[in-house]
């Protein structure tokens, strides 16, 4: 982890450049979406958050949608975690439906605000997943054990808080027992509805690279959903910028930055060039 | 897990937990005890004095204090037996109606439909009143203790009722969130979320209902009952002994204070995280 602290040696990619296209991969090994639409009953007629909405995300990475407020981003990540329906089309993860994938607690949901249940102590809360629809871990056991939650608490720098109430912590440290909650579930899937949105700036960063950090380690697929440019670039490999009104997605930036991407990397010529590209997709997306 | 901590984020040094507020609490307790305790002692103090005066000049209306002491000292097995009799209708009854407004909650939250059924008798049976109610009941099941039971169950039903409902609807729709996600279980839920988070609902209601629970009971005995304080209170009217009418009327609010007191305090063991 020394090189957190370390100046960044970021190679200088041309930016302009795309990343050569993987070969397309199976439905087992990536999240897939087809054509998925959606629309809200609004005032007269329907309102159409979401517009035919294709997306392809492969095992292992982390994707963020990024567009501004209304673009449907959020519904799309509900439809993914099968709290919300689509109207229209299609949605596999590692070709399950949601609704599977949720059976078998293939989905770990992480919200905006930690919610986390008031009585419970930090353990308690990070390990909810052992103790919630306890017939799929049964299922799953051999499969795939949750994590240890101290472990995972550990990791997460809270090591001295794991019985403490959330009451007694700060609200950096709940959103970090959130985040702890949902990498303890081991689900493959872990989607992030913008969970540092409530924070203030100092504490958001710290928990940036924190997420960085955690998600080095155990690497699962995430789905991160996020107003701030900067938080897009530093956190992901792929970032889906989405038009509103009605919902689509309109660019798909590739962020060439190493992994893992040390302290400091936002402060780099690269990232500022990639933060600037992904602004000037937005603005194209809104006068489109 | 020395790596966690070594590699904590940058914001950990400023991202401590709040001070715990256990440990410099007993001393300022201590300090703070003269200001809670004695404005009220002097308030009360006054207020006897008024009543003493009151009671020396016009003594048809209030008993003189150290009479009403007498009147209790002097027949504590009277005070007694009423007393139990009363307590016992009260706490059968609180039983009986906040179990059955919580059951009655329970369905109303699972079952939408039900609570379109259900709540305008529940207005109802709240609108009328007790003690309108109470001879109504006496006539239809005697001179038992069972209408006193029945009429506290009445008047404890509601609150409990409308609270457990408010209590059950009040878990974070975030929270819900993350339980659905992971595919949980109704009972799941309602045990792990949705009963935990009425708690504090429901112990706000238990307080109402512990001191309506006496007063019902009180005031259901005032017709055709020949026991409990309530009939205590009705018999020395009759006979204009305002000593024992006054003893047995402070016995009933010292009693109301400590059914108060111990819900307060079951809440105080149970909801921690407040």
Redesign the interface.
Known sequence: MATRTSPTPTPTLPAAVPAPLPPPPSDDACIRVRGVSRSFPGRGSDVLVLDGVDLTVPQGSFVTLFGPSGCGKTTLLRILAGLQTQDEGEVRLFGQTPGQAAKDKNIAWIPQSSALLPWAGARRNADLSRRVNRRAGRRDADRRAPGDPVAVLGEMGLAGSVDLLPHQLSGGMRQRVSLARGFVQSAPLMLMDEPFSALDELTREGLRYQLLDTWERHRRTVVFVTHSATEAVLLSDTVVVMSARPGRISTVIDVDLPRPRPAGIDASPEFHRTVARLRAAVDAGRTA | ?T??????????S?????P?PAAPRPRRRRRRWPRTVLPPLVTFALLAVLWEWVATVQASVLPRLPDVATALAEEPDLFLSNLGYTLGSAALGFVIGVSVALVLAVLVVHVPLLHAAIMPVAVLIHATPVLAIAPALIVAFGFGKLPHVLIVALITFFPMLINAIAGLRSV?T??L?????????RM?VFW??RL?SSLPFLFAAGKTCATLAIIGAIVSEFTGSVEGIGAVIITSTKYLDLPQMWAAIFLSAFVSLLCLGAVGLAERLV????
């Open positions: 897990m790596t966690g901590i070594a590699t904590a984020s940058p914001s950990t400023t991202d401590v937990p709040r715990a974070s975030e929270l969130d993350v339980f659905r996600s992971m595919a949980a279980g799941e792990q979320l935990p909801v921690r995280w407040r």
